[in-house]
């Protein structure tokens, strides 16, 4: 089976724009998750899709949000980018029955806002 | 809530030594463990976890006890080799239907040959 993939790998942007995010999870699993990567605060989860419904989210300002379409693929937006908003931005997949709460992730879209 | 508290690096080993890297937790219930590797310009990787107390995960000769009792899921491999050079990730999983992994804060290890 193909891994989660994620497009672009690499962006860069100015602040003030915005930013649109795509992950393809593993085929079959329904769920997907995403998390940004900094230096200094770590790995720190933003949001999880299930069944094209947010499940649940972490403590990011409303400038982060996200979807899920019908094939379970996801996108991520970012709106008026700011300096710290420039990080490793990693998505991951789970699969349904014994696996949930294993998640595997993709090689992550690194975003420079300048 | 929930918390992983992981060795702060950077380790640095010679081939063959061994390794243990340190993460205990604070949670509610009995979450699943993980361990995940990344190795430079690269996403996460699994390497291994365990589901419930007294599990133990195992993988490419690492191995990882889950102790309930002193709350800890200690990661050791008995070789270490300089392919294993990378940043690793002690993580816990999320109760009920929340897939949200959280995370320490990452040890970064480098074998010398």
């Known amino acids: 089976k193909a891994g989660v993939t994620q497009t672009p790998r690499y962006l860069i942007k100015t602040r003030g724009q915005q930013v649109t995010l795509s992950c393809s999870p593993i085929?079959?699993?329904?769920?997907v998750s995403w998390y940004q990567q900094t230096p200094g605060q770590g790995l720190q989860f933003l949001f999880e899709y299930f069944s094209e419904t947010q499940r649940n989210k972490g403590n990011f300002p409303g400038r982060f949000s996200g979807r899920q379409f019908s094939n379970s693929r996801s996108e991520m937006n970012v709106s008026t980018l700011e300096l710290g908003d420039s990080a490793l931005y990693l998505c991951?997949?789970?699969?349904?029955?014994?696996?949930?709460?294993?998640?595997?992730f993709g090689p992550g879209t690194r975003l420079l806002v300048l | 809530g929930d918390s992983v508290t992981q060795m702060e690096g950077p380790v640095t080993l010679s081939e063959e030594a061994f390794l243990t890297i340190n993460c205990t937790y604070t949670a509610t219930g009995y979450p699943s463990l993980f361990w995940y590797v990344q190795y430079p310009g690269e996403g996460l990787q699994l390497l291994l976890k365990a589901t419930k107390a007294d599990d133990k995960g195992s993988n490419k000769g690492f191995e990882a006890t889950y102790r309930k009792e002193t709350t800890s899921f200690h990661l050791e491999k008995g070789s270490v080799q300089v392919s294993d050079s990378a940043v690793y990730f002690c993580a816990l999983g999320g109760s009920g239907s929340a897939r949200q992994l959280t995370f320490g804060s990452g040890t970064q290890l480098t074998v010398l040959p």
């Open positions: 991951a997949s789970s699969p349904r029955g014994l696996d949930q709460e294993t998640q595997y």
């Open positions: 085929s079959g699993h329904r769920s």
